[in-house]
């Protein structure tokens, strides 16, 4: 036996490959990050590629060890190629983020030491740092000490997370799902309707409130919205309000929210995805007035405070509830609970093993110091009114109201033909050209085109390089329908 473990050892140990070989593992991939980082602005934003990157499949996963420089070259013509280009200035489209450089290195260090920080008891000094953004975060919002969170995968997560708690804490039976009453409006995040199905709600009633001309909960309704309700039998749940959507970047009107919440005992979510970081400056606090009266929060930090994917967050202000929603012990887990000062993660979200997501958050952070991240969010903020005036004087151009955080959308109105025609022409020109990326969506049944300032890449040249392009490509689509 000790001889074919022996045999079994040699083959085992090529996964821990030598000093040397880990040098050079690194030094290969880190030329490839540097020159990812150095052609980035020359980059297009957006490339529609014919293969799509098919060559993956190419290349099967056998026995068989392949060379880190196929594997590269792989990544650059198959991989970061084709498609959105999300660490790019030049991504003006969906919500962008783009990557801050200290998290690479975090996740480098994340990976390497391998801490576990789904529980307290195995790794402390992580958890703390874990805990340390969290309560950073709930500071932000305004939440009073006891409050909790957790770092989650992205918003999605944290909607159902923020969901969930608000079920467990009515204590409501699954009988009774049916008489619950979710309040929202049409502009909320699709992932908070996924999020209800998940949370076994399906059957609820989600109300969708009436908004007013720049897409903001109508209160006056939900007021009444919720007296009918309550004098039907049925049971008020929670109200889910957007600090910033996604769509067009419309922030609810929390303060007059958090007070109906507060009268009439409904739990108040708000979903800050995408706004949440807008905290950090002046003009986000005056819009997001009344944000610390909600229950729970979702912000995501792979939006507002530019980390790469995979970092979302659920703010608890009670955080007993959250823990009494998520914990769960098992025989196995015993011996954590020889340390439980701080709370785990794990007894506050639905994971156990999970990825040491606070330290691409800690270590930015740290290193940079928060002023340059409230900088970065002032600049986008100024960009998006910047954007927003100098397109009123596109002729044709026709806008939306004018943005409460950096997301803004417009359309062109040609002097004949479909308006909704020419405008899925327009963002499929902009696609193809890949220089700027745009995304478009449709409200009211128009299709209007958005532009979403976030990435902290994006500066004034992007910017302008955006607007002219736009002034391009609707110059080129009224030559070609003159000729055609
Ligand atoms: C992005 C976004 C979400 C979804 O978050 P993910 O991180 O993509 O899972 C939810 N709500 C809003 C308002 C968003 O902008």
Avoid at 17 to 26: G, W
Avoid at 238 to 248: C, E, K, L, Y
Avoid at 321 to 349: F, G, I, R, V, W
Wanted: glycine share 8%; hydrophobic share 40%.
């Amino acid at each position: 036996m000790k001889s074919e473990i022996k045999k079994l050892e040699k083959q085992a140990r090529k996964l821990e490959p030598s000093a040397e070989n880990r040098r050079k593992l690194l030094e290969q991939a880190m030329q490839y990050g540097e020159d990812f980082l150095d052609d980035l602005s020359d980059k297009p934003a957006y490339v529609a590629s014919e293969s799509m990157g098919k060559g993956v499949y190419d290349l099967p996963i056998d026995d068989e060890p392949k060379d880190i420089d196929t594997l590269l070259q792989l990544l650059d013509s198959e991989v970061d190629r084709p498609g959105l280009n999300p660490a790019s200035g030049k991504h003006l489209g969906y919500i962008p983020g783009g990557g801050v450089y200290p998290s690479s290195i975090a996740d480098y260090l994340a990976a390497i030491t391998n801490r576990y920080t789904g529980v307290f008891f195995s790794s402390p000094g992580a958890v703390r740092i874990e805990n340390k953004c969290i309560q950073w975060m709930c500071d932000l919002i305004g939440y009073p000490e006891g409050a909790a969170g957790n770092l989650t995968s992205g918003g999605s997560i944290a909607n159902l997370i923020g969901l969930v708690v608000a079920r467990d804490n009515k204590k409501i039976k699954a009988k009774d799902f049916h008489r619950a009453v979710i309040y929202t409006t049409r502009q909320v995040h699709h992932c908070v309707v996924k999020a209800i199905k998940f949370a076994g709600l399906a059957e609820a009633t989600i109300r969708e409130i009436p908004m007013d001309d720049r897409f903001r909960m109508k209160t006056d309704v939900l007021q009444d919205q919720i007296n009918k309700d309550k004098n039907k039998g049925l049971i008020p749940l929670v109200i889910f309000a957007s600090a910033g959507t996604t769509d067009i970047g419309a922030v609810d009107p929390l303060d007059d929210i958090g007070d109906i919440a507060e009268r009439h005992n409904i739990w108040f979510h708000v979903d800050a995805a995408y706004g949440g970081f807008f905290m950090l400056t002046d003009h986000g606090k005056k819009v997001m007035k009344g944000i610390e009266k909600s229950d729970s929060l979702t912000i995501d930090p792979h939006k507002g405070l530019f980390l790469p994917y995979g970092s979302g967050a659920v703010l608890v202000k009670d955080g007993q509830k959250l823990y009494d929603s998520q914990h769960m012990t098992a025989n196995y887990l015993q011996d954590t609970l020889k340390a439980t000062e701080e709370s785990s993660p794990a007894d506050l979200s639905p994971e156990l093993s999970k990825h040491f997501r606070g330290l691409r958050m800690w270590l930015p952070l740290q290193l940079f110091g928060v002023q340059p991240f409230r900088a970065a969010l002032e600049e986008k903020l100024l960009l998006a009114r910047y954007c927003y005036e100098k397109i009123q004087k596109i002729d044709g151009i026709e806008v939306g109201p004018e943005p409460e955080l950096s997301v803004l959308f417009f359309r062109y109105l040609p002097e004949s033909g479909d308006p909704n025609e020419f405008n899925k022409k327009l963002v499929d020109s902009l696609h193809k050209d890949g220089r700027v990326f745009l995304s478009s969506t449709h409200i009211n049944g128009n299709i209007y085109l958005r532009i979403a300032v976030l990435n902290f890449r994006t500066h004034l040249d992007d910017v302008d390089l955006m607007l002219s392009l736009l002034k391009e490509k609707i110059r080129e689509l009224h030559k070609a329908d003159s000729i055609s």
